[in-house]
């Protein structure tokens, strides 16, 4: 089994809709939870964490985190072309190791 | 600030060649990471640095291997020698210190994309 789970898409939502991104984690001493978008090409970059069970928003982000199941997942409102990347799911334990597990990630379409 | 950078950006070189890939962290960022995307396996974390000093390198995948932080404005990741299965983008990442609530907020540099033929 893999440490961080996600679905590989691709995931095509249209233009204005939620696109409702999933992961799951293994490893039940994971305490931090982090969302990153990479276009194709390009680095990855933070959208945004979580630490605490239940909803954090930013913007048109919403991350949302259950412990007991395992499970984070990242809510995209009002979808726009631009959405259009593949986005991993991270992990770590926050035990003194700095290591970051990263899913392999789900290849978004936001469809115009 | 110009962020993480990398070099090359690109590489290709023959099996048996040594390749040595390059990081400049962002300034003041206590650690640096180095990992590998393909994909097959996605980001795998090779090695972390805190305070130039390797932490975990236990995802370095053989002795062919090897990374080093002289200093805190840079760092090294040498394969020697190289072979296809090295064929990869591999990244640099720095963070800052961790506070209280443990946010590990990675930048990633830009990536050295390598082929060995």
């Known amino acids: 089994q893999k440490e961080v789970e996600q679905n590989s898409g691709p995931l095509s939502v249209p233009e204005g809709a939620i696109a409702s991104l999933n992961c799951t984690y293994s490893?039940?001493?994971?305490?931090?939870f982090f969302w990153y978008r990479q276009y194709s090409g390009k680095s990855p970059e933070l959208i945004m964490f979580i630490y605490s069970n239940g909803d954090k928003e930013d913007g048109r982000f919403t991350a949302q985190l259950n412990k007991a199941s395992q499970y984070v997942s990242l809510l995209i409102r009002d979808s726009q072309p631009s959405d259009s990347a593949t986005y991993l799911c991270?992990?770590?334990?926050?035990?003194?190791?700095?290591?970051?597990?990263f899913g392999t990630g789900t290849r978004l379409t936001i469809i115009p | 600030d110009a962020g993480v950078i990398q070099s090359p950006r690109h590489e290709v070189t023959e099996m048996g060649q040594e390749v040595t890939l390059r990081c400049k962290p962002i300034s003041g960022h206590d650690y640096l990471f180095w990992y590998r995307q393909t994909m097959m396996r996605g980001l795998e974390l090779l090695i972390y640095f805190n305070n130039n000093v390797p932490i975990d390198d236990s995802g370095m995948p053989e002795d062919r291997f090897s990374a080093k932080m002289p200093n805190a404005s840079f760092s090294t990741l040498k394969i020697q020698p190289s072979e296809p299965r090295d064929s990869a983008v591999y990244f640099c990442?720095?963070?800052?210190?961790?506070?209280?609530?443990?946010?590990?907020?990675?930048?990633f540099g830009a990536g050295s994309r390598l082929t060995v033929l």
């Open positions: 990442a720095s963070s800052p210190r961790t506070g209280v609530s443990g946010a590990n907020v990675l930048t």
């Open positions: 490893d039940r001493g994971s305490q931090s």
């Open positions: 991270a992990v770590n334990r926050l035990d003194g190791n700095e290591k970051l597990t």
